[in-house]
């Protein structure tokens, strides 16, 4: 029996599958309508993967509150960006949100679409020289692209899947495959890189600070039963809902499939 995905589950995939279509729409953008070749492309990927991890190291950090600081890691992204180009990525939809639930998936696609185009403008300027005339322009031409597999997709998600991939093949001259993953594997993947993230943050931030607060000298700071212990709490948050950080769950794209989602 079909276990029903949490609206969580649901926050993620989408998160997963707009980064990625976003970054293959850059790609492309950039070589059909910039004639960027396969050797700039692949620069400009290693440049923009090394980006994600400085993004990603700010936003483990923790705040005051203790928690990630996705919020200087928004803003530095966004600092980026020369005056005159929009930081935001509105993915284009073929119809409204009926309900709350839409209306949420929506903006944790945006967040993740927005998240790939910051980082991609910023290694464009870094490797390709462009400034607001031409990050303007790709931006429309990265939604361009964006809209036209959706709308492809509407009528024949197979097909479009297979024209996105001939036309990734093109820009990058190498093999791309599409794989079809099922989204009870892709949950399960989800759910594993979220307790990794979260592993990670508290390891972190928390460890140290938490188990040298009572410790006698000479102690250790946190065992891996404390620490477990602690995760599990942390996991017992999570369940009600509170303890989830907007965004600490957002995945850098740095593969070279494409995923049908």
Known sequence: MKQKMSLRQKIDLTRDGTAEMT????IIALHQGFGVGSE???KLERR????????????????DKGMPSTD?????????????????????I???????????????????????????????MDVLGYSTKRLTRLREEALANYRQVNEEGHECLEWAMERLRKCAEDALKEDVVVQEVPDEERVKQSDRDYMAQKEA????NM????????????AAVLSEKGLAEKLQQLARLQQD???????????????????AS
């Open 241 to 259: 809902g509170s303890g989830r950080p907007e965004e600490l769950d957002r995945t850098w794209m740095g593969r070279k499939e494409v995923k």
């Open 207 to 218: 460890a140290a600070a938490m188990g040298r607060k009572l410790a006698p000298a000479g």
């Open 23 to 26: 970054r293959w729409c850059i």
């Open 48 to 63: 923009t993967e090394e980006l994600g991890y400085e993004s990603l190291s700010v936003a483990m950090t923790a705040n």
């Open 40 to 42: 700039r492309l692949r």
């Open 94 to 124: 073929l119809r409204a949100p009926k309900n709350r639930k839409e209306q949420q998936l929506r903006m944790a696609g945006n967040q993740a679409a927005g998240m790939v185009w910051t980082l991609y403008a910023k290694a464009c």
């Open 201 to 204: 943050f508290f390891r972190r």
């Open 72 to 92: 200087k890691s928004l803003a530095m992204r966004e600092g980026w960006l020369p005056e005159g180009v929009d930081p935001v990525f509105r993915v284009p």
